[in-house]
């Protein structure tokens, strides 16, 4: 505890602190046997006041012990060292006593004594006995302490002044027990509490110098967190023990405060001075506290801003090695002028993306070097990472600004080309569209030649100068690719700047030719032009004639045959030129077929990667709604597929014939089944589109919209499948127009004619998927071979009841489906909405099996109508269709459908009669038997293996019979009323089953009276025929071709469908002279197959497959009942 002004500030903080407090004594101070007072003697001892206390003598000596040793450690060291004054009072007690207090007080005082003050009884005895006593004890009480008796309280003030004592001995002192006592304990609490402080601070300030920095964010984060916690706690006990030394302080000042007059103790000043040194200490404490907290906190703070760059940073370099690996694979600088702003604009899309990626790192650059700036203790860390980053954002810039120097190249080289190609072709064009006849005349041929040199004055700026200039300029972008197309570029223009000056020499010969002087002799007829307007071959034939001949133009007036011979060497003379032309058009088809094809699949893949991939990114599936999720392969169906196909292989191979453009057909040939995707799609757009209306105000399609930058919306795209498959059909009429006498001309035209069945199998397929109601799988039915509306009525002979059945006045409306096993009647249906919304559907009401099925071609009173019978006519439908040529398509189509049916059943009924006749020989010799000529034909037909159809299978090699004299009667005569044989077949067309052999004739039906017309006679179709099954006779008369058969070998009789024949004579072998009254041609042609492709010339054909309980199958003549009766009937057969 503190003694004295003199010693060290912080000799609180290290002494060893007594063990008596005034806490541990208490009880025994307050009996207040002995107090310190607080006066002082006149050299400045202490003075230790014994008052007057009956029981003295019963205080323990460990209780009297314990307080002479706290109230002598009380006053400072120097004041103690002076030594003790005591007085003793016991003015009240008996000699005895004092001698007793006088000396267990001087045997067990623990420290200095200067002088003893004893105020002796005052009682007259007692008082004599003290001086006696004190007379003959006199030498004991100098041995041990020096004592002077005092007879009164005034003797007192003689040694001690009145001021430094307390009233109940005379003096002035204010003194008061309680509040020293409290005053005590206080001071003491309070010494202690700040001896703890320090040693809780320095204790933590321990812990924080030990603590080792953490490597991560996160633990650095928790441990500033701890460390700043525990700091504001010690903080706050540091407050308290503040506020508790300035209470005690002004405690001890509470006297001051009360009376300024007063002056306090010299105890009560070292208590003031003592706590005023604690408080010092205190303050001191804390502010070291404060100065480490400070520069620890820093540090702390310092490791948590290292710990964020550094996790910031390895983020940083992580994304902009992704984005160094990305820049890296754009290294196509583009195939065409399109690809090549669509890669610049990739390109632009990119650098825009990854801007913010850029951003980030130069900013954490910056933020490195404001950390080094402030001292950062980790500065050759941070260095390093600051020079790295910038470094790479540095290296990525360049990169990216040498793509974009290439690109950009790219692009002015492709603006180049096709600023050349262009000129070529507005150059060919201008060649093509120059009228040769005003050619002719010197006017004429200056006019062309200015307008010639006025086009060539246009290539300063369009065409290609010089083509090592190019290959220097662009140097760093030429690959194999683009090098061979700036050489087929500038190899065009070479080519068209040759046509222009053969032109240009043609023209000028034209033109300063003289022009001979016409006489006015009218000319002769046959010498005028025959038309105003020749060919363009005639048109170019004539720049080498002679000018007279545009004074002989006049109108429709046929060309004599001098002139035509000179117009003949005239297109001769120009064969080259025009033949030069036509493969520029050619490649001009060509290069717009693969510009289109080129940007078709870049717009898919943008519309893949900009649509539908970022349906799957997890970036953006917040701004996806409800009715999107899960829904890409809905909204896009088979765009993936169909992205494939022509990316990795239709464009490649297309490609490959940029040099022979007019065998492209080739390339669609090949590849025509993979076309068939594109169904798949169409079928799919219905729910596309409805999706799309459903969700096109979604924020995804906006924001997606806005990252390609995009005019039109994704709908727009979507339908780029379905206008790319209906090009196509468009380009190849341009290619087969300028390749007609070209190699590839016939693939040209099978390549259109599959694109058109596709497109019409698409258009199929639509109504298809459309109806409803139907039961069935309608893939069962086979192929949907056509399909469209009529007006139809029902006129049933059997089995129906229903009134509304027996007949039709009113026609029905009728969408037909025509099948290879069925033909289905469906109701259309107007749906009411927009788009695909708007499309019908069709409502099912019923089929017929083909199998069952007949046609009459012509019902009298309408060329539109035609009927199609049931189950031998128990059922009748009369079709109407809006035009005769539609009309004419599906009939066509019906008898294809029956023929083959008919062909399956006669190819199974002749497979089953060899199979019976391998163990049988053949008759040696030929004849006209119809039975043994089948016979023949069925070996001949097994031994070849050939179509059915076709008349080049039937051809012996044998020698061919000679053929009939010219009017020469047929040798066999039909009857006059035509019979009908019914050939039972399997109802099921391709079965294998044997022919019945039963027949059941029936009366030929009625005419339809009702539906007939003045103009056109009635036609009566015979349901069924009589006889037995045997080989079918060809009666001679004049037939219409039904088939085209134009395989026919050297000496076998080739016929297209329409042509009219003759059937002239029956011959051996099975075969029928037939003359060709179309071409004029004669020859032999099988019978078995004649019936395949005739029809009795002004009659109405009828072929029926039949699935009746009779298994019937018939190929029959109808006659118009108009005919005269003496032209013969006759029936086809077999």
């Not at 597929?641 to 940029?658: C, D, G, V």
């Not at 029956?898 to 009669?913: G, M």
Request: hydrophobic content about 35%.
């Amino acid at each position: 505890m503190p003694r004295g002004g003199d010693r060290p500030r912080d000799e609180i903080m290290h002494q060893d602190i007594t063990p008596l407090c005034a806490a541990d004594i208490q009880d025994q101070l307050k009996k207040r046997f002995a107090y310190l007072s607080g006066g002082r003697g006149q050299d400045g001892s202490p003075v230790i006041t014994f008052p007057d206390y009956p029981a003295f003598s019963d205080v323990p000596d460990k209780e009297f012990q314990n307080v002479m040793t706290y109230l002598t450690s009380i006053p400072s060291l120097q004041d103690a060292g002076i030594g003790f004054i005591l007085v003793i009072d016991r003015r009240q007690d008996k000699w005895t006593s004092v001698k007793a207090s006088v000396l267990r007080i001087a045997a067990s005082f623990p420290a200095n004594l200067q002088l003893v003050l004893v105020l002796r009884p005052t009682g007259f005895l007692q008082r004599t006995l003290s001086d006696l006593a004190f007379k003959f004890n006199r030498d004991d009480f100098k041995m041990k302490v020096p004592v002077i008796m005092l007879s009164s309280v005034p003797e007192l003030h003689g040694y001690i002044d009145k001021s430094q004592l307390t009233e109940d001995l005379g003096g002035t002192l204010d003194y008061c027990h309680t509040r020293w006592l409290c005053h005590r304990t206080a001071i003491e609490g309070f010494a202690l509490m700040v001896k703890q402080t320090a040693q809780m601070l320095q204790s933590f300030g321990t812990e924080l110098a030990e603590t080792e920095l953490p490597n991560d964010v996160q633990s650095t984060s928790s441990v500033l967190c701890a460390h700043t916690e525990k700091k504001v706690k010690a903080k706050e006990d540091m407050r308290l023990a503040l506020d508790e030394g300035q209470s005690i302080l002004e405690s001890i000042r509470e006297p001051l405060a009360k009376s300024p007059e007063q002056s306090l103790n010299q105890d009560q000043l070292d208590n003031q001075t003592t706590v005023q040194r604690l408080l010092a200490q205190l303050n001191e404490t804390e502010a070291a506290f404060d100065e480490f907290w400070a520069k620890h906190q820093q540090k702390l703070e310092q490791c948590l801003q290292l710990r964020h760059f550094e996790q910031d940073f390895r983020e940083v370099k992580a994304s902009l090695d992704a984005l160094a690996q990305k820049i890296a694979t754009f290294t196509d600088v583009g195939n065409s002028l399109a690809h090549a702003e669509h890669l610049l604009k990739d390109l632009t899309s990119f650098e825009e993306k990854s801007s913010a990626a850029v951003e980030r790192a130069r900013a954490l650059s910056l933020e490195g070097e404001q950390l080094i700036d402030n001292k950062h203790y980790a500065v050759d860390s941070i260095r390093p990472k600051c020079h790295e980053l910038q470094h790479l954002c540095d290296q990525f810039t360049a990169e990216v600004g040498q793509r974009r120097g290439l690109l950009n190249k790219s692009l002015e080289l492709h603006s180049l080309l096709e600023a050349s190609m262009k000129w070529c072709d507005e150059g060919i064009y201008l060649l093509a569209s120059q009228p040769v006849d005003k050619c002719q005349s010197q006017d004429g041929a200056e006019a062309a030649l200015q307008e010639i040199e006025k086009f060539l004055e246009t290539g300063a700026e369009n065409k290609i100068q010089e083509l090592n200039k190019i290959y220097q300029d662009y140097e760093p972008i030429l690959t194999q690719d683009l090098l061979e197309h700036v050489q087929k570029v500038f190899q065009k223009q070479e080519s068209m700047e040759e046509m222009f000056h053969r032109r240009q020499a043609s023209l000028k010969k034209l033109a300063a030719k003289q022009t001979r002087p016409v006489q006015p002799v009218a000319p002769r007829p046959e010498a005028l032009t025959k038309s105003p307007c020749p060919s363009p071959g005639v048109r170019r034939g004539s720049e080498n004639s002679s000018s007279d001949g545009s004074a002989l133009r006049r109108g429709p007036y046929r060309r004599a045959k001098s002139e035509m011979s000179e117009g003949r060497q005239g297109r001769s003379s120009s064969t080259g030129e025009e033949e030069e032309s036509l493969a520029i058009l050619r490649r001009h088809v060509m290069n717009e077929l693969l510009d289109t094809e080129r940007v078709y699949v870049e717009e898919l893949l943008c519309v893949l990667e900009g649509y539908a991939a970022e349906m799957d990114n997890p970036l953006m599936t917040h701004l996806l709604t409800a009715g999107l999720q899960n829904k890409k392969d809905v909204l896009f169906g088979n765009m993936e597929e169909i992205y494939h196909f022509h990316n990795r292989i239709f464009l490649r191979e297309l490609e490959n014939y940029i040099d022979c453009p007019e065998l492209v057909g080739r390339c669609f040939l090949e590849r025509m089944e993979e076309f068939q995707i594109y169904e798949k799609y169409c079928q799919n757009k219905p729910r596309s589109e409805s999706l799309w209306r459903q969700c096109s105000d979604c924020p995804f399609f906006q924001e997606c919209q806005k990252k390609l930058d995009h005019k039109l919306s994704l709908d727009s795209y979507l339908l780029k499948p379905v206008q790319r498959i209906t090009k196509y059909q468009l380009l190849l009429k341009e290619m087969l127009k300028y390749s007609k006498n070209c190699e590839g001309a016939e693939d040209l035209q099978e390549a259109l004619s599959s694109i058109l069945g596709i497109l019409k199998a698409v258009n199929d397929s639509m109504h298809l998927i459309a109806i409803t109601g139907y039961d069935g799988n309608l893939s069962d039915l086979g192929k949907l071979l056509m399909q469209g509306s009529f007006s139809v009525w029902t006129d049933h002979k059997k089995g129906h009841t229903k009134v509304k059945d027996l007949a039709r006045f009113k026609p029905m409306q009728r969408h037909l489906f025509l099948h290879e096993k069925a033909v289905l009647f469906c109701k259309k249906r107007e749906e009411n909405g927009e788009g695909y919304e708007k499309a019908p559907s069709y409502s099912y009401k019923q089929s017929l099996n083909m199998t069952a099925v007949g046609i009459t071609e012509n019902v009298k009173g309408d060329a539109k109508k035609f009927e199609i019978w049931y189950n031998a006519r128990e059922e009748v439908y009369i079709i109407q269709a809006p035009t005769p040529e539609i009309k004419a398509a599906w009939v066509n189509e019906i008898r294809k459908v029956l023929t083959s049916q008919l062909q399956a059943c006669r190819e199974a009924s002749q497979h089953r009669a060899l199979e019976q006749s391998q163990s049988l020989p053949l008759p040696a010799s030929s004849n006209t038997s119809p039975s043994k000529g089948n016979t023949r034909n069925i070996k001949k037909l097994e031994e070849r293996k050939t179509d059915p159809l076709s008349l080049e299978g039937y051809v012996s090699s044998t020698t061919l019979p000679k053929p009939p004299e010219k009017g020469k009667a047929s040798p066999t005569s039909p009857d006059k009323k035509a019979k009908r044989h019914e050939v039972k077949s399997d109802p099921t067309p391709f079965g294998l089953r044997g022919w019945s052999k039963t027949s059941h004739p029936l009366e030929a039906p009625e005419d339809n009276d009702g539906w007939s017309s003045a103009e056109e006679p009635i036609n009566s179709s015979d349901a069924e025929e009589e006889g037995g099954v045997g080989p079918r006779k060809l009666a001679p008369g004049k037939y219409t071709i039904v088939v085209d058969d134009e395989k026919g070998g050297p000496n076998t009789l080739a016929v297209r469908s329409g042509d009219m024949v003759e059937v002239v004579q029956e011959g051996d072998e099975g075969l029928w002279y037939v003359r060709n009254l179309t071409s004029s041609k004669e020859g032999w042609v099988p019978a078995s197959s004649l019936s395949m492709l005739l029809s009795k010339s002004s009659s109405a054909q009828c072929l029926s497959s039949s699935e009746s309980s009779t298994g019937s199958a018939l190929l029959s003549n109808s006659s118009s009942c108009s005919e005269s009766c003496g032209g013969p009937l006759s029936d086809l057969q077999g």
